[in-house]
């Protein structure tokens, strides 16, 4: 079956987050690689990855494109679920034929909801690269393939069991040969990465038991698994010869250097092709891992901090210290690394003061750039119970605006969603109209030309944003303050 595999249309202003995560508009524009369709698709020689957004491909583009194909793999999100659904209907109403499977979080946490939408022939739970190749050539049925589920001709459900995580990475072909097959590099831009860059994975799983962690939880889980160091060098090898004008290569690990051994040894190997690296940290990687990365050409590390307060930390099983994210960023800038640095607001335990006390941290730790966010408890994760129970979150409350831009939907005692998303704005104006901060910025746009293009549009992106936050906190205060006169 030729087969289409479809990372499906979203908002304009599009950040998919690492792996595409968390589909929504953020403060800047952003584009991360479909790396999880890459693998299947390199195993299915007449296959097609579709990455409708990076690509600039619309829904109705995107309609027509699957007229050509028997096969649909759509990788779904939470946020963008429904209209997934409307498109795939869309799809086999114009080709009747076409067999439709979702993949991602959310087929794992409710397949029997996912299926009630009659326009999905099938699922495949937690990691599908060998079920979907294997169905597509026809070696196997639906009821033979392990994860998979299905409706029967009578309404009922099937559910195979799960068969396990995929151990031998090595196996796996290459996405970098799948990107140069089926997209163009340079629509891909992190602003905190160099342009234009890739990214794919050396590992697969998460040892970290992080609460609110979709990913290990729903989709790849917490076993780690490790690709060879050779077929590593061997990837970034190829990349750095197929890909002419490549800035940069970002290893897209849930957490890259989870133990020293396995990256001094691929340190000692990478650092031979005298290219540039960026990865994913943990807080407690040591100075002289950090120093054996700095010396293989390791440029910048994105650091999930989340916290200044470090009963929040606890409360999230983060594994790590506030102490120990001091001592980091200070070994990382020592060396001359980079530092990316992730927050969010609205974790377990959440207070005025300890936001107070995360916008300290980050003053204090000094990133060179930062993220933001406010928490999302995704079904399916430890966190969203936790929210559920404590009767946190309003269930039935959007995740995104009608633009894609993230929602609250948990209120705190003491703290609504107006303030929530106040803290949010007022975290990045404290943060980066720092003299210090600021200078930094200027500094770039002064001396590098290609930098200055893309904060000038940055800019305008996070000032557009800014507005528009303030207008939601205005809304949600008015509202607050009618209820209120009104007696609700």
Known sequence: MRTLFLN???FEGFDGGAGSRWPATREIESYWYPVWLCYPAGM????????????????????????????????????GFDVDVRMAQMMKDLNPRLKVCFVGPPVTIEPEKVLSNTVIDFIVRREFDYQIVAYAKGEKTLDELPGVSFRRPDGTFVHNPEGGYIENLDELPWVTKVYKRDLDFTRYNVPFLKHPYISFYTTRGCPAMCTFCLWPQTHSGHRWRLRSSDDVVNECRWAIDNFPGLKEIFFDDDTFNYKRERTIELCNKLAKLNFTFSCTSRVTTDEDTLR?????????????????????LKNIKKGATVDMGRRFAKNAHKIGLTVHGDFIIGLPGETRESVRKTIDFAKDLDCETIQVSLAAPYPGTEFYDYAKKNGLIQLDAAMTDESGHQLPNLIYPGLDHAELVEWVERFYGEYY????????????????????????KEA?????????????????????ASAMAHGD
């Open 433 to 456: 109209f720092r003299p210090k901060a600021a200078w930094r910025i200027v500094r770039r746009a002064l001396f590098d030309s290609a930098d200055r293009k893309r904060l000038y």
């Open 292 to 312: 054996a990365m700095k010396d293989a050409g390791f440029r910048l590390l994105i650091v999930g901090f989340e916290s200044g307060e470090q009963q929040i």
């Open 8 to 10: 499906p249309p979203s």
């Open 460 to 480: 305008r992106s996070y000032l557009a944003l800014r507005q528009k936050r303030k207008r939601f906190v205005a809304d949600e205060r008015r509202q607050s």
């Open 44 to 79: 299915l020689p007449d296959s097609k990855v579709l990455d409708a957004t990076a690509q600039g491909v619309s829904i109705d583009q995107s309609v027509q494109i699957a007229r050509d194909f028997e096969l649909l793999v759509l990788f779904t999100s939470t946020p």
